[in-house]
T-cell receptor
């Protein structure tokens, strides 16, 4: 069965600190997709990244970076030099290759304090 | 390009009533998915429509139903409302369905609306 676990319910850091959001997933499929979404206070989910199970390369996009490790079934998200605008709920999600359903983790609420 | 539009933004109903939520996807998108978000359960998948056909369904009772029209707009209906149905209902659209994806497709993603906040009293 598919499952996504975000063990950190809530994190608070001071602006400019680096912060890592953890995501652990479970799936029996060899083909799957992992996602990160950001949900600011407005409620609209914003797509951040999609990663295929075939591609374990880490990715960096500006202050955001993602560490995908199949050996530990983890897909962690790091924000470098955090800013107040990064405050939001972040969701990790999993979709199996044969299915259109996306299973979300419970989310991590991130507070960036000025 | 207009984003995903959900109406209404807020809705208050009483137990036993029924409600219909609307979602207009991004122009050209044929896939529409619905999600329920609650503080306790998080984001849960309801169902997905592609070209007017329901492709996938989550683990929700039959009171939750949906449909998609020929212009890809979708509606979600909840009958006999219960207090536990209070939630933020999110709709997402996509240009591709899984049959169109390959393992190396990187451009497919869901675009979410702002949601409809439903309160059942």
């Amino acid at each position: 069965a598919q499952k996504v676990t975000q063990a950190q319910t809530e994190i608070s850091v001071v602006e400019k600190e680096d912060v890592t959001l953890d995501c652990v997933y479970e799936t029996r499929d060899t083909t799957y997709y992992l996602f990160w979404y950001k949900q600011p206070p407005s409620g609209e989910l914003v797509f951040l990244i999609r990663r295929n199970s075939f591609d374990e390369q880490n990715e960096i996009s500006g202050r955001y970076s993602w560490n995908f490790q199949k050996s530990t079934s983890s897909f962690n998200f790091t924000i470098t030099a955090s800013q107040v605008v990064d405050s939001a709920v972040y969701f990790c999600a999993l979709s199996e290759g044969r299915d259109d359903k996306i299973i979300f983790g419970k989310g991590t609420r991130l507070h960036i304090l000025p | 390009k207009a984003g995903v539009t959900q109406t209404p933004r807020y809705l208050i109903k009483t137990r036993g009533q029924q409600v219909t939520l609307s979602c207009s996807p991004i122009s050209g998108h044929r896939s529409v998915s619905w999600y329920q978000q609650t503080p306790g359960q998080g984001l849960q998948f309801l169902f997905e429509y592609f070209s007017e056909t329901q492709r996938n369904k989550g683990n929700f009772p039959g009171r939750f139903s949906g449909r998609q029209f020929s212009n890809s707009r979708s509606e979600m209906n909840v009958s006999t409302l219960e207090l536990g149905d209070s939630a933020l209902y999110l709709c997402a659209s996509s240009s591709l369905s899984y049959r169109d994806r390959g393992p190396y497709a990187t451009n497919e993603k869901l675009f979410f609306g702002s949601g409809t906040q439903l309160s059942v009293l």
